[in-house]
């Protein structure tokens, strides 16, 4: 998830709020980095493919 949020805090309250968290449809759910997301970095998009791509290769 990217998630535009002010501070870390207020970040992990969006997770926590949102409806797929509330009901545990995530086999796991943690802070990987923090880091601004801009048009300067892709807004992270290629790290975040990345990361989903090593997830995906653990659960085989």
């Not at 923090?34 to 090593?54: C, K, P």
Request: proline share 3%.
């Amino acid at each position: 998830m990217i998630i535009d949020a002010p501070s870390q805090e207020k970040a992990k309250e969006y997770v926590d709020q949102d409806p797929f968290s509330k009901v545990n449809y995530y086999m796991d759910r943690k802070i990987v980095e923090v880091d601004e997301a801009n048009i300067e970095n892709g807004f992270l998009v290629d790290e975040v493919i990345e990361y989903l791509d090593r997830a995906f290769v653990q659960i085989k």
